[in-house]
């Protein structure tokens, strides 16, 4: 099977508009398992090993790879109104486009960015945050499909039985819809309504699927059949349809039977329905269609400008559209001449976006200028070394990494800590009001320590030591700031016999509480 990474968008148009066909998922299409694609705003993901970093338009490494995971660009933008989300130990944050940390990682998952707010997904629950991280709708909506869900939103909600034969293959849905046009969709006991950005019904759920509102329509299924609503709620285009997208430039793509073909704003059938497969047209004015296993492209008359004959193609962007020929991908333009021949084996789902398009060859990922030249390759000798990357990253750690990490390390610290002063009143409770003179004694035999358990302090390295003191005085005296232990071993002064610290002066970067009087 071909290595086509676009199947991603292509599942997400079929779930979400509605539009698929039998033959959206012949043998020749693979479902992306990589997510080197490019989005739409000024940065462009890259990963390299298991971490995922950012580039400009340039080519410049904005953002080095530390990353475990950024979106799925071909289902949502990589960044949106200036942040980009980004998964760090397994909870999702938010980034800015110089790399600051906005949005602190603490979401199951996290939607764009659209009129300044996200879907953002605590315990299972779906709520819409601001740029500051905060919820504005507090999480009480259902996510459309669970995660590795088989079973397709069309059964789900009782489509027809015709549309049940379709081969549709369920998208895991973690999001409910962003805001678009002031409304967003959300999920209810498996019924779609709208809200505003207050949280508001508008429009009560109550439909069986819905997509975004999209030139003030949105395209919504009931009782098996497909229509339009306005932002009242009210049909604006009777359902009638087996399906229908969104409206793109004043037209929309519907299902008749098992052909595809266009309807205006007023429900009118503007190109009959005779495609196998059909897209959205985009700005030049042109649509990706198939017919007998070929790809072409239409004008709005419905008329080929580009006759059938590609294996697949993907919509024109910024004049240039990817077009596969003998298994290999190249661009040509609006009059179908070939710009960059084929010969990569896979493309970006999004085309040439700020002129430049992600594409594969050989097994190396890379970005491309319109005149198909690297502008930047994941795989090539100019990749920074695992050392650099690693001296970056430290170099632009976040003041919010820096507070997590302390946070853990002096966690983890408070935690052994405990454990320590408790095997000291034990033992001090069995050798009737004796303090061990030495740490180690209670790891004798195991009887309160299996050992002196080992700490990680922000500023120093990992260490078990002990330093000990035989003096009254207060233990900042005797600090040596070591990032072990301090521990008062002498009898002759009660009052700190048995007491035990951490060896550190410095100061917890949120609570400005110094390590030791912990």
Known sequence: MK???????????VLVCGLCSTYLFKDKLKVATTKIFQNKANLFPFKVDDNWGFIDSKGAIIVPPQYEDVHYPWYYNVCSEGLCAVKVKEKWGAIDLTGKMKINPQFD??????????????????????????????????????????QDIWKQNAFNEKLKEYPFYAYSFKFGGSFKEG??????????????????????????????????????????????????????INP??????????????IVIGNKMGYIDKKGIISINPQFDDAKIFTKDGLAAVMVNDKWGFINKTGAFVINPQYEYAIGFQEGLAAVMVNNKWGFINTKGDT??????????????????????????????????KYIFKVGDEARLSAKKIAEQIDANKSQWERIEDARERIGAAKGVLSAIRSALQVFYGDNEGIFPSKIEELTKDGKYLNEIPYIHLPGHPRTNAVK?????????????????????????????????????????????????EY
Do not use: M
């Open 468 to 516: 000990y003191i035989n003096s009254g005085e207060v233990p900042y005296k005797n600090f040596s700031d070591s990032g072990g232990y301090i521990y008062h071993s002498s009898s002759k002064y009660p009052n700190t016999w048995g007491d035990i610290y951490l060896d550190c002066t410095h100061k917890h970067p949120e609570s400005n509480k110094y390590f030791y």
């Open 240 to 253: 009638q349809f087996d399906a229908a997208s969104e409206f793109h430039d004043g037209l929309a793509q």
């Open 183 to 236: 409304l967003a969709r959300v999920n209810i006991g498996n019924h779609f309504g709208y809200i505003d950005k207050t949280g508001k019904y508008v429009i009560n759920p109550q439909f069986d699927f819905a997509g975004q509102f999209s030139e003030g329509l949105a395209n919504v299924v009931f009782g098996g059949k497909a229509g339009y609503i306005d932002k009242k709620g009210k049909y604006v």
């Open 3 to 13: 290595r086509v990474y676009i199947i991603g968008a292509l599942i997400f148009l």
């Open 109 to 150: 998952g996290l939607g764009p960015f659209n009129s300044g707010l996200a879907e953002g997904i605590i315990g299972g629950k779906l709520g819409y945050i601001d740029k500051k991280g905060k919820y504005v709708i507090n999480p009480q909506f259902e996510l459309e499909l669970r995660d590795d869900d088989i």
């Open 339 to 372: 710009v960059i021949k084929p010969q990569f084996d896979s493309v970006g789902v999004s085309g040439f976006t700020q002129g430049i398009c992600w594409v594969e060859i050989d097994g190396v990922h890379a970005y491309i200028d319109k005149n198909g």
